[in-house]
């Protein structure tokens, strides 16, 4: 029942039970506790409080979704509870290393700006209950993509993953802003939430430019610290007003009296644009932990990517059941682990336990339920910075040609149209109003769209034929040599595909006939598809002995199959009459 | 000698023989290799250090021919031992799951140190 089981996995999610070996990783000298050891008791409480104070920071998020949803005090404090709570069952889901769920790495998780859009759009639609059962569907998206990754590169490339970031940074900005000065529904400003903002705002930027070690790590916190302290010299900060009514108990099981589920077509669009947008996060964050581990990292590991996308989407679907929203990895987490050096998965645990602990003690809910207004704002005006920069960094990472240029111009534009011409939009026919009505779906829409038009007729094929009795290597050397420059291709993948042609040709010899190679090639996949008269080649799932790879030629064949296996992103043999092909696929 | 894409040189360093290998290593100069360590363990070398720091790929050929020359080296009681093995190179030892077949000890200074 179990073989059948994994059979069944297999062929379902071949990107997790991955035929080729694992890389043995290489410990990066300059780390002082890689993935895999334990520090000492006092190394991994201190790193561990250091990832909750830096993911606290992320709480804002489940706090404006309740300012905007009007909960009462006890339903603010229930949703900051369970916020914490379910914020340390994604820490921990994220990090957790096994077959098919978790990256394996200290990947903390955090909420995000990502699913905040999508929310507060599913608020005005339904309300809570709408946002939670969004939240769960956006979940089981990320769930179904992850084992079909590598599939998913071409639909959504670095640029457009880059152009859905710099949206969501330009959302937040506005969002920011209407808190900070206090904006209401008559277009009013607040005097001392200007104030306030303009303090809290400054110490953050200050501290973030100037600053060195501690206080530029935690220039958030400390930012938001001095806006709590302005806010309570201008009377804004109301405790009080937090409080339950019949008072603060040491520990409290969050109620879940708020929750409820509902789901709705109509605001199905941005969430699984949202699933797609966190996906990439995951995907960019986990590939930057493969790299902080490995001093002789080459290429993503896949198996990892897929379990850490698996997690965050079970993570999304516990916080929508948990009744609060949507959780990412953190940059932030990986980029302190980096910097401090500690990169063992076992403090994410720690992470998750002392989350799911302070979930029980109601004051460190109230502590961030009284956020003022002014502080909320000017912490989302600071990230949305980053998230922006970010986001126009992963667009322009790689060279942008009159394709790319046009894709991200106009879809970078069709989101801000959305926000600008807003009522426009709105006399679209009622089936496209999930697309039109909001900028972050249709910006995305249109980039995805618009990318798989552009795509059409830029595979590029060239063929060589190798003639009985010449030298095979040097003319495939300079093919895929010559042609890798002209295509841009990246060096690492054109080696490999040297090596698989290379020995593909030493197995098959010299044929009657000679053979034939065809390389194709776009941005995402180099094929190399070989013809010469005579068997398939044999392309073993185990590895030949020792003892058979000395003792025959027989051996070293066998060898030459499971390197070529291992070493191709996916390989076919088959034999057409007296002929035979073999094809092998190399991801880029 | 350098022999159809593959140079081959051996100096030595206080009692290691090192063999530096400088380019690809296929069907067609595998043989040429095996002669060269055959040579030095037959002459009497103990301590074979094959330096891989400049071979851009090897083969399934090359592969059998390291694991012989290792065999040979063992049977008149010599060492065989790899450094330098990284990259792309070290991948194919990954992917072949030959890393624990062979002796493998990091860069050419590190091997050094722990063969003298």
């Known amino acids: 029942m179990l073989s059948q089981s994994l059979v069944l996995a297999r062929k379902l999610w071949p990107s997790w039970t991955d035929s080729r070996v694992e890389r043995q990783l290489v410990r990066p000298p300059e780390l002082l506790y890689a993935v895999e050891e334990s520090p000492p008791p006092t190394v991994l409480v201190a790193s561990a409080v250091q990832h909750v104070a830096v993911i606290a920071i992320t709480l804002i998020f489940p706090l404006i979704l309740g300012a905007e949803a009007g909960l009462n005090r006890l339903q603010f404090i229930d949703l900051v509870s369970l916020s914490m709570l379910a914020i340390g069952v994604s820490t921990i889901l994220l990090c957790l290393r096994s077959a098919f769920i978790g990256c394996g790495y200290l990947c903390p998780a955090c909420y995000t700006a990502i699913f905040l859009g999508p929310s507060l759009f599913a608020l005005q639609h339904g309300g809570l209950p709408l946002v939670f059962g969004m939240t769960i569907v956006s979940g089981l998206v990320q769930v179904v993509i992850a084992p079909i990754l590598r599939r998913l590169r071409a639909l959504m490339p670095s640029e457009i993953a880059g152009l859905v970031i710099a949206i969501v940074g330009l959302a937040l900005a506005a969002l920011g802003v209407r808190y900070m000065l206090g904006i209401t529904a008559q277009e009013t400003v607040e005097p001392s939430y200007l104030v306030v903002s303009a303090l809290s705002l400054a110490a953050m930027s200050a501290l973030n430019v100037w600053g060195k070690g501690y206080p530029k790590m935690f220039c958030v916190l400390i930012g938001m610290a001095v806006g709590y302290i302005a806010s309570a010299a201008l009377g804004v900060l109301d405790f009080s007003s937090a409080m339950p009514p ?37 995907m960019g964050d986990v590939t930057n932990c493969q790299r902080l581990n490995d001093k002789d990292w080459v290429r993503p590991n896949f198996g990892s990517l897929a379990g850490g996308v698996a997690g965050n989407g079970l993570a999304t679907i516990f916080c929508g059941l948990a009744g609060t929203l949507g959780p990412n990895s953190y940059s932030s987490c990986i980029g302190l682990s980096a910097a401090t050096g500690v990169t063992s998965r076992v403090i994410g645990y720690a992470v998750g336990i002392m989350y799911i602990l302070l979930a029980l003690v109601p004051a460190a809910a109230v502590l961030f339920a009284a956020m003022p207004k002014p502080v909320m704002g000017a912490a ?53 109003q999930p697309i039109v009505s909001n900028s972050l779906v249709l910006g995305t829409v249109c980039a995805v769209t618009l990318n798989l038009i552009m795509r059409l007729g830029i595979r590029q094929r060239v063929t060589l034929k190798l003639r009985q009795g010449e030298n095979k290597r040097e003319a495939i050397e300079r093919l895929l040599s010559t042609q890798g420059a002209r295509w841009a291709a990246r060096r690492e993948v054109i080696n490999r595909a040297i090596f698989g042609a290379v020995q593909v040709v030493e197995v098959i010899g010299d044929p009657a006939g ?56 996916r390989i076919a043999a088959r034999a057409i009459g007296n002929r035979a092909e073999i094809y092998l696929h190399y991801d880029h | 000698m350098r022999n159809d894409g593959l140079s081959i040189t051996h100096s030595h360093v206080g009692p290691v023989c090192v063999v530096t290998l400088d380019g690809r290593i296929d069907s067609t100069n595998a043989d040429d290799l095996m002669v060269h360590l055959k040579g030095l363990i037959d002459a009497g070398e103990k301590n074979v250090l094959v330096d891989l720091g400049a071979v851009l790929y090897l083969t399934s050929a090359a592969f059998r021919v390291l694991l012989v020359a290792t065999d040979e080296a063992e049977r008149n009681a010599a060492r065989l031992a790899l450094c330098s093995v990284i990259g792309q190179v070290r991948e194919l030892f990954e992917m072949g799951g030959l890393v624990d077949a062979f002796t493998i000890l990091g860069s050419r200074e590190e091997a050094l140190a722990q063969l003298d």
Do not use: C, W
């Open chain 1, 380 to 432: 989302l005006f600071f990230t949305a910075a980053f998230v922006f920069t970010s986001g126009m960094q992963m667009i322009t990472a790689r060279m942008l040609d009159a394709r790319k240029t046009l894709v991200i111009g106009f879809s970078f534009a069709m989101a801000v149209m959305a926000d600008v011409y807003q009522n426009v939009f709105m006399l679209a026919p009622a089936v496209l």
């Open chain 1, 246 to 282: 019949d008072g603060l108990p040491i520990l409290r099981l969050p109620h879940l009296d708020h929750i409820g589920y509902r789901f709705d077509p109509i605001v199905l669009a941005p969430f699984i644009v949202a699933a797609f947008a966190s996906t990439l996060r995951v």
């Open chain 1, 514 to 569: 000679g053979a034939e190679i065809e390389a194709s090639f776009d941005e995402y996949n180099l094929d190399l598809l070989i013809r010469y008269a005579g068997a398939p080649l044999l392309i073993p799932e185990k590895r030949p002995t020792r003892r058979e790879i000395l003792a025959s030629d027989e051996g070293e064949r066998l060898l030459a199959g499971y390197l070529l296996r291992q070493s191709a992103d």
